[in-house]
Structures are given as structure tokens and as C-alpha cells.
């Protein structure tokens, strides 16, 4: 087997676990409409585009501007 027959089996893998997560997810019970972060109501438009949304726009704007820092300049 050489390394790229490696990396196939690797990226099937890593597919297949992606995938697995991603179903979880959305074949969860649908959000309780309380944001997790903040505790206010998540919006009903955000709701209805997202039935499973766990944080309200400004705290998942916050949290995604955070993860982005994190991805760019590492851990603090």
C-alpha cells in the first residue's frame, strides 16, 4: 500500500466521522429557543432557518469571531 492509498483510506475516514457528527447534530431535539451563552431568546427567524440553533445571533456572531482569532492566532 503506498501513501497515497493512505491518505485515501484517511480522508474516507475523516469523511465518515465528519458525516456521523453532522447527523447528530441535526437529528437532535430542535433548540429550546434559549440561548446557551447568554440566556436571552434566540431570535424566531433564526429559529426557523436553524431549528437547532443553541445561541442567539449576537452570541453566535461572538463566538464564531472568537474561533476565527483562535484558528488565526492560537490558544491565549
Given at each position: 500500500?503506498?501513501?497515497?492509498?493512505?491518505?485515501?483510506?484517511?480522508?474516507?475516514?475523516?469523511?465518515?466521522?465528519?458525516?456521523?457528527?453532522v447527523l447528530?447534530?441535526?437529528?437532535?431535539?430542535?433548540?429550546?429557543?434559549?440561548?446557551?451563552?447568554?440566556?436571552?431568546?434566540?431570535?424566531?427567524?433564526?429559529?426557523?432557518?436553524?431549528?437547532?440553533?443553541?445561541?442567539?445571533?449576537?452570541?453566535?456572531?461572538?463566538?464564531?469571531?472568537?474561533?476565527?482569532?483562535?484558528?488565526?492566532?492560537?490558544?491565549?
Amino acid at each position: 500500500m503506498d501513501d497515497i492509498d493512505c491518505a485515501a483510506e484517511r480522508i474516507d475516514a475523516f469523511n465518515a466521522v465528519a458525516l456521523q457528527a453532522v447527523l447528530a447534530r441535526t437529528s437532535g431535539a430542535p433548540s429550546s429557543g434559549i440561548c446557551r451563552a447568554c440566556g436571552c431568546d434566540i431570535e424566531p427567524e433564526r429559529l426557523r432557518a436553524t431549528p437547532h440553533a443553541r445561541h442567539c445571533k449576537e452570541c453566535a456572531a461572538d463566538i464564531e469571531a472568537e474561533n476565527r482569532r483562535h484558528n488565526r492566532c492560537g490558544p491565549r
